[in-house]
């Protein structure tokens, strides 16, 4: 697991002894030697574990900067060239081992002793730069299991589509597509390595899945047993996709991004061909040069033919125009550093994404191409997409949950509606603070329910990793509900902890989806909750439901609900 989880402060501030490593000629130390086979080893587990916070380049985002500069100890123990306070193989292998308060996981319980040594020692060595991909490598990688012409013209199976749930199984590198009405395992889908995300076509026909290892898989809904019908190597590390949704472009393209190389690509939406690759590599917010912007959030506008894509270490949000993609256009709205997660507010005209290190909320104006507002928040924001509905005092809100603070935040956002007339003095302002507790990564609600819904998988508390918060929308004084979700699973008791994680609705908005996501060797589940009396509907398990992570109802991702 690679998401930073709040971990005990006193552990690591008790653990600061210095190892001092050899020094060579100049005085300056040396990095650890390791063997060519040590460091294949630990450059996998860096890009496994370590990268998605750290980057390729270690240059930092949510995680440190874990250049050498930083990482090696001088003589001393102390200062380096770089000027900060190094830290060394001893100091580096417990801060690994224990996490740290600002944020960082411990990992003793997913490394060995071992590996926690040999990625001390990996860090402290100059990073590995990696290869560029370009389009003809992405061309190479293009397979067309299913053309177009071999696919059915109508619906073969007999699933309620508009219900089905594509389930990422994150340890295995598949999905799980789910029929929702019977809660039966339609199938499971090989794909790229511990896959992120999944996204629909505007028709709601193909599903696409990308990976972190950036293999990008296109299911084809319709056929009788849904299958993979294309691939596609995006790049060697990603972790969005979504489609062109403008009316008239429906299912025409798709656009993935990377996090290495830093780019994006845009491809045909039915067979995943490369049309384009374009860099990211630029200026950030700050006018500063950044080797590895890396592609965070994407999402389609339904009101032009335009993605909104958000570069993680620029700040900077690109509104890219497909409606001619051999002469793209891109407007260059600048925001704060680093772009993470984000969605529409509900009228879909203003997309707000997390700057998440500069505590603050990004939003977009999709209709007139500007930043709408900068919005100061409590500690690292971490919305996924969010979740909207009309506050009984301030109007229409957006909500977002914090990785790093305690609270659920509701943002007033602008609607046309005359009815709201009264709430536009609050527009773009933090109208009121939830409490909660930190390690929060999803929010959810629908617009049929009345219920709030709020995780905190990553908190270091077992009960409360393990339990979801519900508060009422109408009288959000009332105490929230929590719900234990280990507990109302059944499932034996273990020693990894079964976090809580991703509240996903049921298209019909009636039904609350959970995973419990437990070790890779231990039963999971996805618990079903009826919304209206939040009561277990059915608690959703088989041995080779492993990992389950974030579950993506067709309708509601096709629509953008939330
Ligand atoms: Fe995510 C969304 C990046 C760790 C589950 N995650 C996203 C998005 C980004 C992102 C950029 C937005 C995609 C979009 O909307 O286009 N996630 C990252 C990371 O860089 C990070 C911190 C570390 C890493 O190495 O990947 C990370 N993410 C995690 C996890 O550990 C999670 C909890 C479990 C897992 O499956 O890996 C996780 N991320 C998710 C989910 C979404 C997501 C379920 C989509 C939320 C939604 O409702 O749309």
Redesign the pocket.
């Known amino acids: ?4 989880r709040l971990s005990s402060i006193a552990a690591v501030v008790m653990l600061t002894g210095l190892a001092v490593p050899a020094m060579a000629q100049d005085n300056k130390p040396e990095a650890p030697a390791m063997t060519a086979a040590e460091k294949e080893t630990a450059k996998k587990i860096y890009f ?6 750290h980057g390729v380049l270690r240059k930092g ?2 995680g440190k900067n874990l250049e050498p500069h930083w990482t090696k100890t001088d003589k001393d123990g102390k200062k380096t060239e770089g000027g900060t306070l190094a830290l060394g193989q001893s100091r580096l292998e417990k801060i690994i081992g224990y996490g740290t308060d600002g944020g960082m996981v411990n990992f003793d319980d997913i490394l060995t002793k071992e590996e926690l040594t040999l990625m001390a020692k990996y860090i402290q060595n100059t990073p590995d730069v990696p290869p560029e991909y370009s389009f003809k490598d992405t061309m190479d990688s293009w397979k067309l299991m299913v053309p177009v012409d071999k696919r059915p013209t109508k619906q073969m199976n007999k699933l309620n589509l508009k219900n089905v749930f594509s389930v ?1 199984l ?1 340890d295995t590198g598949e999905v799980a597509l789910i029929d929702g009405d019977t809660k039966e395992i339609v199938s499971i889908v090989k794909t790229g390595y ?4 999944s ?1 629909l076509s505007a028709s709601g026909r193909y599903v696409y899945v ?1 990976g ?1 290892d950036g293999r990008l898989s296109l299911i084809d809904l319709w056929m009788e047993k849904p299958s993979v019908v294309a691939e596609l190597k995006i790049g060697f ?1 990603a ?4 489609t062109s949704k403008f009316k008239g472009f429906e299912d025409k393209y798709a656009i993935a ?1 990377s ?1 290495w190389p830093p780019q994006y690509v845009i491809m045909d939406g039915d067979t995943l061909k490369p049309r384009k690759v374009v860099g990211t590599r630029g200026m950030t917010v700050d006018g500063e040069y950044h080797p590895e912007p ?6 389609a506008s339904f009101i032009k033919p335009e993605w909104v894509v ?1 570069i ?1 270490e620029t700040g900077q949000i690109l509104l890219v125009d497909y409606s001619d993609i051999e002469n793209l256009k891109t407007t260059t709205i600048a925001s704060a550093k680093f ?5 529409w507010d509900a009228s879909k005209r203003y997309f707000l994404v997390a700057a998440n290190a500069s505590n603050k909320i990004a939003a977009v104006d999709t209709k007139t191409g500007k930043l709408a507002a900068l919005v100061d928040t409590a500690k690292i924001p971490h919305p ?2 969010g979740a909207n509905f009309v506050h009984p005092k301030f109007g229409p809100v957006w909500a977002t949950g914090h990785l790093g603070a305690d609270v659920v935040t509701l943002i007033s956002t602008p609607s046309e509606d005359p009815k709201h007339k009264q709430f536009k003095q609050y527009n773009w302002k933090v109208v009121q603070e939830m409490k909660h507790v930190p390690g929060n ?2 929010v ?1 609600t629908h617009p049929k329910s009345k219920h709030f819904w709020a995780d905190a ?2 908190n270091p508390d077992k009960d409360l990793a393990e339990s979801v918060a519900v508060w009422d929308m109408a009288d959000l004084s009332k105490p929230k509900a929590i719900l234990n979700v280990a507990k109302d699973s059944g499932l034996p008791e273990t020693k990894a902890v079964k ?1 809580a ?2 509240p ?1 609705y049921s298209a019909d908005g009636k039904e609350v989806w959970i995973s419990l ?1 437990g070790g890779k060797t231990d039963q999971s589940a996805i618990v079903v909750y009826d919304d209206a009396t939040l009561k277990v509907k059915k608690v959703i398990t088989d041995p080779k439901m492993i ?1 389950p ?4 109802n067709v309708y509601n ?1 096709q629509h953008d609900i ?1």
């Open positions: 697991m690679t998401f930073p496994e574990r370590c990268a998605g916070c985002a949510t990422t994150r511990a896959v992120h995300i996204r990308i972190r590390d972790r969005s996709v979504d991004g996090y890396r592609v965070a959030s994407i999402v958000n993680k772009l993470h997660d984000g969605g996924g997409r990564l999803f959810k998988p990553q976090r994680v991703h996903e996501w990992t992570t974030g579950k993506f991702t939330y």
